[in-house]
């Protein structure tokens, strides 16, 4: 595990260098380390953001000076302080075996109507299957919510089949609907808000993604794990609804 | 208790220091791009440092008041009116029922935050009272300001005005309240990819000045200027960013992200501009040339104690004026 800077207001906690050759087992360290931080609630921690490998961890310098005071560098304190915590969370782990079952499994329905899917040709051509395939093949997988960025509620999923894996559009869409399900290189995800995007659209949910009036405002979190349920347009209507 | 949009301006939206606690899931910080510019100015009103007030980009805005209030105002170099009587930054004025405030183009900079005694009161989302105007939430309806906009303020208190003639004789520091510089250099700590560029690379970086592009916005500055090349070009896995990354893309031309950049970002970060001088790079615009200076994170974190102390005798100091 490394500790590194970002700014002089937050640091990054690297779980594991790479994600790709491990994702399920970094998604599972990722997750664990980033629940341990937040009920140790580090005084003068603000907040935490895992990503793919990461944790980061914002802080208030001013606070964490005062905690370390004696002298003591704001850095290295909060570092310490974070390798403990991390340290006894994965003595507890040891004593308590975490299971699959643990991690939530959440059901997406998708309809991948043409109207919804313009791009849904392109990822079949590309992957020299046809579009039924793809649409099989994209809603029997399970995926995992590897971070939640780009825009609100906007997961980023890992696990997509390798076939399916197709390069962004050359010039990106100016604005794409919000629920429009994409996929972009070796992902897929889903773009919670009305906003531009260089994915390939292959469906939409009716789901709402993100909703700022309630909490946690996203449907989704990291480490999630996540299916696609194939629907049909009736089904999208009654569910939009 | 309300204020009347008669103009909005170019770009002016509700901000109070930004939203936090949502980073997991997505949702920038946002906020003033200068939070310490409206901690300032609240104070100068006898506001809590984290009321909600107004960011206002390029000028252009005229407010009307239904009522007594005091206002104040830190940012860019504005020429700013009541009626026709100039309020400068950093000052605490009076403004009766009925009086407009008007913000002309600015001479420096492009931002300014105006506090008004017991602040914008937008509904709470998500903790924060700021627009989020890339999500649409937050703020007044989720949006910029637009001519007839009609703003509830908060409660009317008496002793936020009681102690003050016309404009008031009591300022904050210069550099607090006018920030702004044509050519500011930023103080940087050094990024986790640093070592990722050649020596060429940091030696340009660190002494040659780069220009700010037409297409920067709340959610970062990007930069013209020498190319910055990577050793190589592996993909980064994505993490985190936050306003201050300085990120530099394929391209070669850096950005700095400010308060409204995204949450994660996969692009190598070269450097962060240190917390304290956000308030510059906050006021950054198209033309303007920046240098970047490298300082330690230990004396990043020794001017950010030093400023609150002076914040805090600041604060002392105004409450014999104003209670």
Same mark, same amino acid.
């Given at each position: ?38 009920? =140790? ?12 490998? +990461? ?12 905690? +370390? ?18 340290? =006894? ?12 079952? !643990? ?23 590309? =992957?020299?299957?046809?579009?039924? *395939? ?35 559009? #050359?010039?990106?869409?100016? *604005?794409?609907? @919000? ?31 993100? #909703? ?30 | ?16 220091? &930004? ?32 009321? =909600? ?35 400068? @930054? ?41 627009? !989020? ?16 906009? *009609? ?88 993490? @985190? ?75 002392? &100091? ?6």
């Amino acid at each position: 595990m490394e500790i590194v800077p970002l700014g002089d207001s937050a640091v990054i906690v690297r779980v594991r260098e790479q994600f790709e050759d491990a994702p399920e087992e970094t998604l599972d360290g990722v997750v664990r380390t980033f629940r341990h931080l937040r009920n =140790a609630a580090i005084p003068g921690v603000i907040e935490l953001a895992p990503a793919y490998t +990461s944790v980061a961890v914002f802080f208030d310098p001013v606070a964490v000076t005062k905690e +370390s005071a004696k002298g003591g560098d704001a850095f290295d304190w909060l570092a310490e302080r974070i390798r403990a915590v991390v340290a =006894a969370g994965a003595d507890r782990g040891r004593r308590v075996r975490t299971t699959r079952s !643990d991690v939530r499994l959440v059901e997406i329905p998708v309809c991948y109507d043409p109207e919804f899917a313009p791009d849904l040709d392109e990822v079949a051509r590309h =992957a020299q299957i046809s579009t039924k *395939e793809v649409v099989d093949l994209h809603s029997t997988t399970e995926y995992r919510v590897a971070c939640i960025g780009f825009v609100p509620g906007f997961p980023f999923l890992a696990g997509l089949p390798k076939k399916l894996a197709t390069p962004r559009r #050359d010039v990106p869409r100016k *604005e794409i609907p @919000a629920g429009s399900v994409g996929v972009g290189g070796a992902q897929t995800g889903i773009y919670p808000l009305r906003s531009p995007g260089g994915w390939n659209l292959i469906g939409r949910t009716p789901l709402r993604l993100f #909703d700022p009036t309630k909490n946690p405002p996203a449907l989704l979190q990291a480490g999630d794990r996540v299916r696609f349920r194939a629907i049909t347009r009736q089904e999208f209507e009654a569910l939009k609804r | 208790m309300k204020m009347i949009v008669t103009r909005g301006g170019f770009l002016t939206s509700v901000q109070d220091l &930004g939203r936090t606690g949502f980073r997991e899931f997505g949702v920038s910080l946002g906020g003033a791009l200068d939070p310490f510019a409206l901690r300032v100015a609240n104070l100068l009103v006898d506001n809590d440092e984290g009321a =909600a007030g107004l960011e206002i980009t390029f000028g252009g805005l005229q407010l009307h008041f239904a009522d007594e209030r005091a206002v104040a105002w830190c940012g860019g170099e504005f020429d700013v009116q009541i009626e026709s009587m100039p309020l400068p @930054a950093g000052h605490a004025a009076r403004l009766q029922a009925g009086e407009e405030l008007k913000f002309g183009r600015p001479q420096i900079g492009c931002r300014c935050w105006l506090a008004i005694s017991s602040g914008v009161d937008v509904p709470v989302v998500l903790g924060s009272r700021s627009t !989020d105007l890339r999500a649409n939430f937050g703020g007044f309806h989720g949006r910029a300001l637009r001519d007839g906009d *009609e703003l509830a303020l908060g409660e009317f208190r008496r002793s936020q005005t009681a102690a003050i003639e016309g404009i008031s004789s009591w300022t904050a520091p210069y550099d607090w309240v006018s920030p702004a510089k044509r050519g500011p250099t930023l103080r940087f700590v050094r990024g986790v990819d640093w070592s990722q560029f050649d020596d060429l690379t940091i030696e340009r970086f660190t002494s040659e000045p780069f220009a700010v592009s037409p297409d920067s916005d709340r959610m970062g500055a990007r930069f013209e200027g020498p190319e910055l090349k990577r050793k190589s070009n592996v993909d980064l896995v994505s993490e @985190a960013v936050a306003p201050g990354t300085i990120q530099v893309p394929p391209s070669g031309k850096p950005i700095l992200l400010l308060g409204d950049c995204q949450t994660i970002g996969g692009y190598p970060k070269i450097a962060y501009v240190i917390t304290l001088d956000l308030s510059m790079a906050a006021q950054l615009r198209a033309g303007d040339h920046v240098r970047f200076s490298e300082v330690s994170l230990a004396d990043a974190h020794q001017l950010l104690l030093e400023r609150e102390r002076e914040l805090e005798r600041f604060r002392i &100091g105004l409450s014999l004026h104003v209670s």
